[in-house]
């Protein structure tokens, strides 16, 4: 039975091609010459990059984090203390208080991703610096609007202003986005 000739000429090129790869792979071995195949390795020390570098859309995540807490601040904590529901004997003070404390919470943690976003864009990062101490100073008043002290919800709206006036100044302007409850709860 006859092959045809096509048949014939690829098996010889496959025939030619592994023997010709195995010796090449053999030739060493049997010097005894064990040559590693060169790969490019990275560099192990990670080279400098600038804080821009470091975050894509900082400007974005500063607004986002801003207006979020800026809504918490507004809906849990202003709003109940300008309508008296912080006051000794007002009709569900217990469930505002507990709400303001973990919307105080949120608040804290947006402002401070907020200030790290801000780290990322040089004009935010100068218009924020000033700023740092009044968000530290935001961690411990959740426990005093629980105990009903009115002077943590003026501390975080002047704190939330404030913020809004350095993101205005820096071109990146903030406007209240009230959190779910559900992003109130996990905190982001």
């Not at 005894?32 to 570098?53: F, I, K, M």
């Not at 507990?98 to 218009?127: C, E, M």
């Not at 968000?135 to 959740?142: C, E």
């Amino acid at each position: 039975m006859p092959v045809p000739i096509r048949r014939l000429a690829v098996a010889l090129t496959v025939c030619c091609a592994l023997l010709a790869g195995s010796t090449a792979w053999a030739a060493p071995q049997s010097i005894g010459q064990h040559t590693t195949p060169a790969v490019a390795a990275a560099d192990p020390t990670p080279s400098p990059t600038t804080s821009a570098e470091k975050q894509k859309f900082a400007k974005t995540r500063f607004v986002a984090n801003a207006a979020l807490a800026a809504g918490a601040t507004y809906q849990w904590i202003w709003k109940p203390y300008k309508e008296g529901k912080f006051k000794k004997g007002a009709k569900h003070r217990k469930t505002t208080l507990l709400k303001a404390g973990l919307a105080g919470a949120f608040t804290y943690n947006r402002l401070k991703a907020a200030v790290h976003n801000a780290q990322g864009d040089p004009i935010l990062s100068k218009a924020l610096a000033p700023l740092n101490a009044a968000i530290a100073g935001l961690k411990d008043l959740p426990n005093k609007l629980r105990k009903g002290d009115g002077s943590a919800a003026k501390s975080f709206n002047d704190t939330i202003n404030k913020v809004k006036d350095a993101g205005k100044s820096a071109g990146a302007p903030v406007n209240n986005q009230v959190p779910s409850p559900s992003q109130l709860r996990s905190g982001s």
